[in-house]
């Protein structure tokens, strides 16, 4: 769930007396999401997202998540925008927290990913690379490759009681795809986190993207391998390759993979299953009894890792 | 949080075409309450509140509950109304649960009560309890007083984990609650649960009551006991006697308390405190570590309870 600061009615007020968008109608805490509060509002003026960024949001890197969205938009990709207040800042204060408010996107996620889900999602995530090569700032992926190993670090007195052998497992894995990563692939800004909550469908089109907390700047080969970790897997872990070519093809279509990156696929996806792995394993060991948070289990990750480490080339993923 | 059971897109979607509402907009969890999986839900038809009912409440009791909001609402109370299917239905099922769609209720509840909420509640309540005068059916309470005495009992052999020495504080308070709880007091349907997040204002004013799933048939001044439990105390558990009056005097305006409701106040108070002290406690020794739902400190119940121990009369509360 993810409402971890409680607003007060009067907080809210005066907040909305800052932006031009009329008075409060409805506000609901959401259940979604996991790094922050997010409040449903609804105003004289229409309906919004409230967003109260937690403590693992870098309140730094704010300007350029807003900033970002800001200019995807302009270039015609369906994604929230940033409200601005009276005085045009967007970014503001309310209770204790940073805090921006975010024009409402129609649309449901997809709970059970299909086949058609994947063409559009390829898509949506090549025009949100083109939109976003002229916009300026970067910002580095703090979740990027350098911070894979010390974060298996943090993990290694413990992992162990996940399964046993797991950290022998990760280090030689981790060794491999550093010593495997790419370079010199074309870099942009990514979503890095473009999973099936982050998609909205509608009337079985796509009809937006969420959560731009995770861009950063880095490999755009390696965003394409974030989504094929998140799209073409299975409830089981079985990967579905008619998914994934599916996601690709519709990629290429828009912008196609160089060479280099289609070789780079099996390594850019067994780097982005650790990455996903580590994270959720470091949660799983330090999330505290009765926390709000369910926890995920790290091994789902494993599982998809195991296949992209028996992966040799493009073809695996369909090309 | 509130978001027990996932549903699916498609299985949402196949729900929806049993009723005259149109197709689905969007749909997110809603963080709100603790019993039940809460969906809001927009369609072309306008918005909506998805409910699944889940395991603790009783699927016979769910027309009862139904009922009784059409018919509060049909005498002009304002709370949600259950939407029916083409076939008539309200009461549908999806993914395994029971559920209703419900009339959305614009509005915003009180995170932090003023003397000026306190009004309008008793109001409100008095309302509820004329307008459901005419509604035959009776659901008996099953957190009623004969309830209390088991419930201690269930947690007799942990509760002094909680604090040392409760236990025989809550069996001499309940021992000199039951054998002092009032016969023969005016009975009709009771909401149970009026708290400030089941009430809704919009522009000071209260526009509407939600979450009917307590409501039972019961003694009607044990519901203005249970508002003054809920509304009148501060954050620093100090009782407010100007609230209280407040609440009391607009509730007596619409429906006027016989003097042996009035006299009855005290152990009713009492036995509210004590109700709500109990299924706490329980819920405290009882919730598993890292279950989704935040556990309530039951000794805010034993610092209300003490209050009203302390109260010999109406006087206490401003009568």
Redesign the interface.
Known sequence: ???YT?????A?AAFLADYDIG??????????GVENSNF?L?TTGGDFILTLYEKRVDPHDLPWFLGLMEHLAQRGLVCPQPVHGRDGAALRHLCGRHAAITT?????????VRQSHCGPVGTALAKLHLAGADYAPRRANALGPRSWMPLLDRCRARADEVQAGLTLELDHALVAILSAWPEGLPVGHIHADLFPDNVF???NALSGLIDFYFAATDLLAYDVAICLNAWCFEPDFSFNVTKSRALLAAYQSVRPLSAAEQAALPVLCQGAAIRFLLTRLFDWLN?P????V??KDPLEYRRRLRFHMSATDGRAYGL
């Open positions: 769930m993810a409402v409680e607003v007060t009615d009067d809210l008075t409060m109608v409805a506000f609901r805490g959401i259940a979604e449903s609804r409402f996107l129609p649309g449901v996620w997809p709970r059970r469908f509608l009337d999330t009894a009765g926390a709000l369910t926890r």
